[in-house]
């Protein structure tokens, strides 16, 4: 089976949050990045499909010159090679434009499984997936938890079963022929480490670059970010400060007198 | 003559809280912009009650294609009735079900959906919507720059639904031409995975864990603390995501929805998702180390700090306190 996994490289969650001279992002001097969260249990999904029925996995991303390390992390856990869409200025590009550069650089793949994050950590818009999908003109499934049988044993044929999850706690079983575009919550499984030799392999893999502007899409965006701000409070929230413990005084006695719950 | 289009959700025969509220921010689009509204509907919901003020017309989607929700179905249904209408605006609740179709629908159109928003401004020529960045530390304005409709979800809870029901909408009912080819998944029947045994709902104090716990065999010492308070244990997603604690005692978007006297959020920084679970809390206390985190929005009182620290001396506090 040949799984082509998007993967996104984000800001750390713990990074410091300083709105930058352009007003639209934040500064990005000092930040460290990572793995987009679910884009990791997409790799996963992949991987483990990979290790059941054999194939290749592809790693996908878009960015600039630093999404290389989050590639090479992708590769050094097992992905068997990676394809780099390199954009200095991919904020440029909306969601379908971003859509649209993956959608062009995959398509020629012919790949049968198509796997990305739920959504990305950074701006959440949570549609890439589902764009890819409809781009391809190949089925899609959302918020996946796991992948549970594929080829013979699905009523589809050459298809796959899949758990997505709704929502308050209920789940349902999708069953859709391949190729498709599964967008994959976190949660299932276990995520693996690279190990030592997983890295001194990943350094000798294929990571094939493409230029954005190689790819004939033009960013035209139709929705354009303004501006960013910090939050609004929508409560006045007291804050209780000194020592740990005078801190914890200060609390009870709010609790105690003021909610009346001690 | 453009209009906007809000877009409900029903589930077993009634129409979700969220469509109502999606429905009140399509309200304040449409007055501030001077459109029409119009509603549209796919599933057996009974429409004879519209929460708040009603659309100038209901339009009920029925086919027997659409009897199960089908990204594909949907997808379809609603570009033809987009397609007939023309709005300028299509409104829709931030709901599993319309994150799963409506970036496809937006892209029929080479348009793109604004996900999750939280706040509009219809100010013209363009509306400026607010959607949050970075898991709730930023807020973002966005404007739709181009001539075809504008896709926008709304997030739960963050518009007030209409509370008064209103005389019924002109209803019309339109049908899609669908073909069972166009369908290409086959849902199965929702389930739950398992029975609650705990039901978080109905805890007077829930003292609820996140991500800054770091590890699992640190949990002995929230679970100390919701003993000395007779509290419940919670959690966010992650916690549960890595087996510390069963799915059941999960707060948020996919967990339970909480709202008890007193909700103490130790470690959590307070995505959306965990929010819209648990904002609905009498009194909200929250202890982080990051003094950014979304969560001091929420929150009535804080502190400010290493939980390793806090919540051990807030249990000592307690135990102290209590008779």
């Excluded at chain 1, 094939?208 to 006045?236: D, F």
């Excluded at chain 2, 969220?18 to 509907?41: K, M, R, V």
């Excluded at chain 2, 510390?244 to 978007?253: I, T």
Aim: proline content about 5%; aromatic content about 4%; charged content about 20%.
């Amino acid at each position: 089976m040949k799984i082509i996994v998007a993967i996104k490289q984000v800001p750390e969650r713990d990074a410091r949050i300083r709105i930058d001279a352009t007003g639209k992002w934040i500064d990005l001097n000092d930040v460290e990045f990572t793995l987009n969260e679910s884009d990791a249990y997409a790799l996963e999904e992949a991987l483990l499909l990979k290790e059941a029925h054999g194939g290749e996995v592809i790693v996908i991303s878009a960015g600039p010159e630093r999404v290389g390390q989050t590639i090479r992390e992708a590769l050094a856990k097992g992905a068997d090679r990676a394809i780099h869409i390199e954009s200095d200025d991919l904020a440029q590009y909306d969601a379908l434009g971003v859509a649209r550069l993956l959608a062009a650089a995959i398509k020629d793949e012919a790949a049968d499984l198509i796997l990305t994050g739920l959504q990305s950590d950074d701006l959440g818009l949570g549609q890439t997936g589902v764009i890819v999908a409809e781009l391809l003109g190949v089925p899609h499934a959302s918020l996946i938890l796991k992948i549970e049988a594929t080829g013979n044993g699905v009523a589809t044929g050459n298809g796959l079963k899949v758990l997505r999850e709704l929502e308050d706690g209920w789940f349902q079983h999708i069953e859709l022929p391949m190729p498709a575009v599964l967008t994959i919550q976190s949660g299932n499984t276990k995520l693996r480490y690279a190990t030592l030799m997983g890295i001194k392999k990943a350094k000798t893999k294929e990571v094939k670059r493409i230029a954005a502007s190689e790819l004939g899409i033009t960013p035209a965006p139709v929705v354009t970010l303004h501006q960013v701000t910090l939050p609004n409070k929508q409560r006045t929230t007291q804050i209780l400060s000194g020592t740990p413990a005078e801190a914890a005084a200060a609390l009870v006695e709010k609790l105690q007198f003021e909610v009346r719950v001690l | 003559m453009s209009s906007v289009l809000v877009i409900l959700e029903s589930k077993n025969g009634e129409i979700s809280r969220i469509s109502w509220e999606a429905l009140a921010a399509a309200h304040t689009l449409a007055a501030g912009l001077g459109l029409p509204l119009d509603a549209a509907l796919i599933g057996l919901a009974s429409v004879d009650k519209i929460t708040g003020k009603p659309p100038r017309t209901l339009f009920t989607v029925d086919h027997a294609l659409l009897r199960d929700y089908t990204a594909d179905g949907f997808t379809e249904a609603y570009t033809q009735l987009i397609q007939h209408l023309k709005p300028a605006y299509v409104v829709l609740p931030h709901t599993y079900q319309v994150r799963d179709f409506a970036p496809a629908l937006a892209t029929r159109f080479n348009e793109v959906l604004i996900s999750d928003v939280i706040g509009l401004t219809p100010s013209t020529p363009s509306p400026i919507f607010v959607r949050q960045l970075l898991q709730g530390k930023l807020n973002a304005s966005y404007q739709h720059t181009s001539d075809g409709p504008c896709f926008l979800s709304v997030q739960a809870g963050a518009f007030r639904a209409d509370a008064s029901d209103a005389a019924p909408a002109a209803i019309e009912s339109f049908r899609p031409n669908l073909e069972p080819a166009q369908i290409r998944t086959q849902p199965s029947q929702p389930f739950r995975a398992s029975a609650q045994t705990v039901d978080l709902s109905t805890a007077a104090i829930l003292v609820s864990v996140g991500r800054g716990i770091k590890e699992q065999a640190n949990l002995p010492i929230v679970e100390e603390l919701a003993a000395a308070l007779g509290a419940e244990l919670a959690a966010s997603r992650p916690i549960c995501d890595n087996g510390w604690l069963p799915m059941e005692r999960q707060v948020g978007s996919s967990g339970q929805t909480v709202a008890p006297k007193v909700y103490l959020a130790i470690g959590i920084s307070g995505a959306i998702q965990h929010l819209v679970g648990m904002k609905g809390s009498q009194c909200i206390v929250a202890i982080n180390k990051d003094e950014n985190a979304p969560i001091f929005e929420v929150a009535d009182y804080g502190i400010v700090g290493d939980l390793f620290e806090i919540v051990p001396a807030l249990t000592a506090a307690i135990r102290k306190a209590k008779p």
